[in-house]
Each structure stands twice: as C-alpha cells, then as structure tokens.
Antibody, heavy 125, light 111 residues
C-alpha cells in the first residue's frame, strides 16, 4: 500500500525549532519530488516547500524561506522539514505529499497524488 | 502567481450540477503544452486528495462526474451531479512556478 506517515509535530515556544519527518512506503520514494503543505487552524492550504527526487533542487514558500529546510534520505525513504525561528503563525497541520515522478525518459506529473494524515505543530508561549 | 477562486461557499441540491472557478494572475501553460493547474478536495477531517491534474485530467479513482476545463487563465471544475460524499472544501493549485499557490478554497455544502 502506498503510504505517507508524518511525525514530529509538537508544542513549541516562539523562536524554537522542530523537525518533522515523513516516512514513505509502497512506492519508489527516490523517484519522486516530495512536498510539504500546511493548513493553519480554520484556514486554507499553503504550499510550504518541495524537493527534487535527488535533492538537487529545493524550493520554499516566501513565508518560510530562510527559516525552514527541506531534506530527504532516500536510503531511509524519508522526508524531513527542519523548522527554525518558529512563529505563532507557523501553527498548522503539516502534510507531506508525493509529487512528480522523475524517470530517465522524462517523468510524469499527476498532481500531489498521495498525502499523509498530517502532523500538528503548535507555536505558543 | 495569484490564484483567485470563486465562489467561497456553494450550496447545492443533490443531483444538481456545480461549478467552481479559479483564475490565475498569469498563464499556467508550460512549454510542453499542459496547463499546470490541479483541483483538490478536502473532505471534513480528512487530508486533501487530488481530483484533476494538468487542468483536465481526472486522477485515478475519481468519479467521471468530475471534470476540469481550461480557457486561457480561467479554470473550471464541474460536478455533473452532486452527491452527499462531495461535501468539503475544493482548492485549485498552480504547479507551474514556485512557490506553488493554492486558491482560497470553495466550501461545497448540501442544501
């Protein structure tokens, strides 16, 4: 079964740090772009960051650039989000999602077609 | 790229059609000929799921009552006959440029 499972969400004080993880199973993790999306309480979806299958490209949303770092370990089928200098407005459910498939002949885009269940980050004093 | 989605709220009678619009502030047309616009549904208490990708391609397992269309920078999601299970918030997402951007969401409810 294709699956993504996030973990690492917690209550943290403003200015603190946190590391989220996303464990992938059931597919060839090393062949896919991966993305983090968040949703603040009662709000819409916000794209946070994405990483190429081989980690050669990383992109960030404007609100997290310089504070968050996306990374991956293909040997462990895992995606990470290192969050520093956390702000109250970073409070949200964080989802990891599977993106574009990259293969030698080019690749295939099918949207963000697999999502985890989310992990909750609360930034509060 | 700014995505402007409408309406914010959409009450629909079961069996009736529904339509949601999304307008992008610039073209989402890639050089490969595809428009990088997706539609997602987030059911209450659930993670989002993709319905339509690249403007008009239905994702695997999505009922054929869902369809997507493109006209320049205007994108439309149509549900031919709304069912109770279609309740939730619908989002468009532009995936052409980073940072990728979602529309504000449309909450579909059953009358």
């Amino acid at each position: 079964e294709v699956q993504l499972v996030e973990s690492g969400g917690d209550l943290v004080q403003p200015g603190g740090s946190l590391r989220l993880s996303c464990a992938a199973s059931g597919f060839t993790f090393s062949s896919y772009w991966m993305t983090w999306v968040r949703q603040a309480p009662g709000k819409g979806l916000e794209w946070v960051a994405a990483i190429r299958h081989d980690a050669s490209q990383k992109d960030y949303g404007d609100s997290v650039k310089g504070r968050f770092t996306i990374s991956r370990d293909n040997a462990k089928n895992s995606l990470y989000l290192e969050m520093n200098s956390l702000r109250v407005e970073d409070t949200a459910v964080y989802y990891c999602a599977r993106g574009r498939l990259v293969v030698a002949s080019g690749g295939r885009y099918s949207g963000l077609d697999v999502w985890g269940q989310g992990t909750t980050v609360t930034v509060s004093s | 790229i700014v995505m402007t989605q409408s309406p914010v709220s959409l009450p629909v009678t079961p069996g009736e059609p529904a339509s949601i619009s999304c307008r992008s502030s610039q073209s989402l047309l890639h050089s490969n000929g595809y428009n990088y616009l997706d539609w997602y549904l987030q059911r209450p208490g659930r993670s989002p799921q993709v319905l339509i990708y690249l403007g008009s391609n239905r994702a695997s397992g999505v009922p054929d009552r869902f369809s997507g269309s493109v006209s320049g920078t205007d994108f439309t999601l149509k549900i031919s006959r709304v069912e109770a299970e279609d309740v939730g918030v619908y989002y468009c997402l532009q995936a052409l440029q980073t940072p990728q951007t979602f529309g504000q969401g449309t909450k579909l409810e059953i009358k």
